[in-house]
């Protein structure tokens, strides 16, 4: 009896990490454990891939070491019907997939995102930074509005020796402040490498009144070489990955649980140690 070959279809699949130590960032590395390899392993031992070639495995986003992600997203070719929490089982808890999409046979999640979101922390509460360096909200705002837009933005990022092309469009630019925490969004189709980072580190630099508004707005010229260390990778949050409307992602309702969990399980940990160390601050010696 001869077997009917199974079809292969693609999919999207939408997932979220956290950027923990024992993670090399998200691009494979030889003899490194990252996301991607976490992930590529966990389907070949569930059977829904062979190889990154064979499946055309690709990831819309690579992020660096710390960096973690609430809505990345990659696309593969599989002959099995997803099921996500299958797939789970095989990761680590602060690893996993929880929603998939059918999408054509010539789809990248790459090339075919139209818009990245990314967040990012600033560690120090917002109390602490007006009460040690009197922070300037109002001219932080102003610098996220100017950053709005088509700029050259070679000196708000690390550039290879290969890269010439610094253009880059800034759709929304903003900063909130929520539970006491100034929390920035970025909304963009592309980035340059660590380009929020060193974006937030400047724009912290001006709201402490470490560099003046004139200062800030000569990072705009290309003509210009200015070297930085960008703001810290952990408070970098890929937020959201968006396609065309007319991809329906189907969202597993066991896989978000774990999801949640998994961020209750840590907010209640580390909201312990919090409140730990405000306890041992307390000055009353005997």
Wanted: aromatic share 14%.
């Amino acid at each position: 009896m001869i077997k009917k070959a199974i079809e292969s279809r693609r999919y999207l699949f939408k997932f979220y990490y956290i950027g923990s130590k024992k993670f090399h960032g998200s691009q494979r590395q030889k003899s490194l454990l990252t996301i991607e390899e976490c992930l590529l392993n966990a389907l070949k031992e569930r059977d829904y891939i062979q190889s990154v070639k064979s499946s055309r495995m690709d990831f819309a986003s690579r992020t660096d070491r710390f960096v973690s992600a609430r809505g990345a997203a990659f696309s593969c070719n599989t002959e099995k019907h997803p099921i996500l929490m299958e797939i789970n089982t095989a990761l680590p808890t602060e690893l996993g997939i929880w929603a998939y999409a059918e999408v054509p046979t010539n789809f990248l999640s790459r090339f075919n995102a139209d818009l990245r979101h990314y967040k990012y922390i600033v560690p120090q509460p917002l109390s602490f930074l007006e009460n040690n360096f009197s922070i300037n909200l109002k001219i932080m705002l102003k610098a996220c509005k100017k950053l709005e837009g088509k700029h050259n933005f070679k000196n708000f990022a690390k550039i290879d020796k290969n890269e010439n092309k610094t253009i880059r469009d800034i759709d929304y630019a903003n900063i909130s402040v929520v539970n006491d925490y100034l929390i920035f969004d970025f909304k963009s189709r592309a980035y340059l490498r660590q380009q929020i980072r060193r974006i937030v580190k400047k724009i912290l630099e001006l709201g402490m009144r470490e560099i003046n508004y004139e200062e800030f707005l000569l990072l705009f010229d290309d003509s210009k070489e200015i070297s930085y260390q960008p703001a810290d990778a952990s408070g970098l949050i890929l937020w959201d990955i968006k396609y065309d409307k007319k991809i329906k992602f189907i969202i597993d309702l066991k896989s978000k649980e774990r999801m949640i969990n998994y961020f209750f399980n840590q907010e209640l940990k580390f909201g312990h140690k919090q409140q730990l160390f405000k306890i041992l601050q307390q000055n009353n010696f005997s």
